[in-house]
């Protein structure tokens, strides 16, 4: 949704979220391709934390959530750690909308930019 004189709204940024404004600004100086890496690089990061691993590297982009250990509360944990780290305003159901680690950073994506990508 575009504004007279103005980028994208961003629906969902909480208002005045250093982490999100920062974010958005190293997003806005990407490339499309590289700002959907960016982001699931830290969708991919937040989930490791959440199911307890050292690294992404445990964490396969393509498995649904559920089948990486994701239940309702780790969940809730995962929307924690992402709305800190974005300044979203997520719903905890949200993995289970966007099962999987790229289909959840298409999302955050579009929200954190203000359209769908």
Do not use: C, K, W
Not at 24 to 32: F, I, K, M, P, T
Not at 60 to 78: C, H, N
């Amino acid at each position: 949704m575009a504004r007279p004189g103005r980028g994208p709204a961003r629906r969902s940024v909480v208002s005045g979220s250093e982490a999100a404004v920062t974010l958005v600004q190293q997003l806005s100086r990407l490339a499309e391709t590289d700002r959907h890496e960016v982001v699931r690089d830290l969708v991919a990061g937040q989930m490791a934390g959440v199911l307890g691993h050292a690294s992404t590297a445990d964490i396969d982009a393509r498995r649904p959530l559920r089948e990486l250990g994701f239940d309702s509360l780790t969940a809730v944990e995962l929307r924690n750690r992402l709305n800190a780290a974005t300044g979203l305003r997520t719903a905890a159901t949200v993995i289970f909308d966007y099962p999987t680690v790229d289909a959840l950073a298409t999302h955050v994506l579009a929200e954190l930019m203000g359209s769908e990508v």
